[in-house]
T-cell receptor, first 112, second 120 residues
Framework: QQPVQSPQAVILREGEDAVINCSSS?????VHWYRQKHGEAPVFLMI?????EQKGHEKISASFNEKKQQSSLYLTASQLSYSGTYFC?????????????FGTGTRLTIIP | DTGVSQDPRHKITKRGQNVTFRCDPI?????LYWYRQTLGQGPEFLTY????????KSRLLSDRFSAERPKGSFSTLEIQRTEQGDSAMYLC??????????????????FGQGTRLTVV
């Protein structure tokens, strides 16, 4: 079952902060965050592993609540380049691969 | 190495025709994935290779779809007797688990630009 993301869309002014949430009905072993601009490939941002390890970009942070099967992505001091659609991808098998079930997406628009 | 490359970038075909797409992963990556993405939706898993072995196929993948990865390098995805519902972006991704991890933990997957298929 597809994870649910919220909000579906958000418009921010440059410099403002944003939080994007991802919620799953299944137990999660890892959560992967991607950003996709129109007509382009999804770009890896962050991975959160069960047990607390994280890998990702310096200016982006995220949290992973294993008990609630939720993850949140925090974008601080947003820049114009942050615009795009953000997807969370969840891995529920426990096999440690990148077979991901992607969420519904959050469209982020940054305006000057 | 410039990343995952896919060919062609665009394909228009008539209903009933067969099409084949190619994916060249990042050279040292042993895992390769095919995903399908329709407008406004997130990518949807189709199939997964570790080296040359196809380890998993989505139940959504009908018998008209077949994928190969000979010698564990590039991969091809073939769709036979295309239908209008096959119109989508077909994305390939690759990854390489760290051999130094005690278990093969998740790692980042790198996506290609995709092949946009339009069935008319």
């Amino acid at each position: 079952q597809q994870p649910v993301q919220s909000p579906q869309a958000v418009i921010l002014r440059e410099g403002e902060d944003a939080v994007i949430n991802c919620s799953s009905s299944k137990a999660l072993y890892s959560v992967h965050w991607y950003r996709q601009k129109h007509g382009e490939a999804p770009v890896f941002l962050m991975i959160l592993l069960k047990g607390g390890e994280q890998k990702g970009h310096e200016k982006i942070s995220a949290s992973f609540n294993e008990k609630k099967q939720q993850s949140s992505l925090y974008l601080t001091a947003s820049q114009l380049s942050y615009s795009g659609t953000y997807f969370c991808g969840t891995e529920t098998s426990g096999f440690g691969n990148e077979k991901l079930t992607f969420g519904t997406g959050t469209r982020l628009t940054i305006i000057p | 190495d410039t990343g995952v490359s896919q060919d062609p970038r665009h394909k228009i075909t008539k209903r009933g025709q067969n099409v084949t797409f190619r994916c060249d992963p990042i050279s040292e990556h042993n895992r390769l994935y095919w995903y399908r993405q329709t407008l406004g939706q997130g990518p949807e898993f189709l199939t997964y290779f570790q080296n040359e072995a196809q380890l998993e196929k989505s139940r959504l993948l009908s018998d008209r779809f077949s994928a190969e990865r000979p010698k564990g390098s590039f991969s091809t995805l073939e769709i036979q007797r295309t239908e209008q519902g096959d119109s989508a972006m077909y994305l390939c991704a690759s990854s390489a688990p760290s051999p130094w991890e005690p278990m093969y933990l998740n790692t980042e997957a790198f996506f290609g630009q995709g092949t946009r298929l339009t069935v008319v």
